[in-house]
């Protein structure tokens, strides 16, 4: 369980580092003239992705729904962790 939860947490970290950039993307379909750029930073430090889990960075709803996020993949990977596997009856 721990390796997911790992794993749970470098996804989330990577999504807080890389989601601008697609969002970017995106905006570049949809709005004409945009220009090509490249738009993510430096890596958040790791004290930026706690203060997003304890909604403690900026209040705004694009924070508080990647807090909401992280808080989700941490819960999935908990849960789905304690399931015991079904074998089919054979």
């Not at 905006?27 to 203060?51: C, E, M, N, T, W």
Request: net charge positive.
């Amino acid at each position: 369980m721990p390796t997911r939860l790992l794993l749970a947490l470098g996804l989330f970290y990577l999504f807080v580092w890389l989601s601008p950039q697609v969002y970017y993307t995106y905006y570049r379909f949809i709005i004409d003239g945009l220009p090509a750029q490249v738009v993510v930073k430096a890596p958040p430090f790791p004290s930026d992705v706690i203060l997003l889990l304890a909604f403690r960075s900026d209040a705004s709803l694009s924070f508080h729904g990647q807090g909401l996020l992280g808080w989700a993949m941490i819960f999935l990977t908990l849960v789905l962790g304690w399931r015991k596997p079904v074998r089919p009856n054979q």
